[in-house]
């Protein structure tokens, strides 16, 4: 139904940025809620940022609130993930959900399950 292709993650270093790209294909992208999860090594994968179809809805991890900026452009199908002022702790794959969906109104969905489809995760390394 969706295909996703993460891009942009890298080698940087602590305090860097980079910018993750999900480029999607297959049913319609406007409508979709899309979200960014990571998961580090030997830890279950966790919510980063999600943005609402109409991208007026945006909620982030505390974890991340004031360092990244999630943002979608309808007309190029392509959600993005500007992380600025990296930590170590960013260091994780990070990976691109489409077609999320909340059970409690307009809200972004923040769990794993809420989402259907998947991307192969980009992998992101921040060094001390």
């Known amino acids: 139904q969706v295909q996703l292709v993460e891009s942009g993650g890298g080698f940087v270093q602590a305090g860097g940025s980079l910018r993750l790209s999900c480029a999607a294909s297959?049913?319609?992208?406007?409508?979709?809620?899309m979200g960014w999860f990571r998961q580090a090594p030997g830890k279950e994968r966790e919510f980063v940022a999600g943005?609402?179809?109409?991208?007026?809805?945006?909620y982030y991890a505390d974890s991340v609130k004031g360092r990244f900026t999630i943002s979608r452009d309808n007309a190029k199908n392509t959600v993005y993930l500007q992380m600025n002022s990296l930590k170590p702790e960013d260091t994780a794959v990070y990976y691109c959900a489409a077609d999320g969906r909340s059970l409690y109104g307009d809200y972004v969905p923040t769990t794993t399950t809420s989402y259907n489809y998947w991307g192969q995760g980009t992998q992101v390394t921040v060094s001390s």
């Open positions: 943005i609402r179809s109409s991208g007026g809805r945006i």
């Open positions: 297959g049913r319609t992208f406007s409508r979709n809620t």
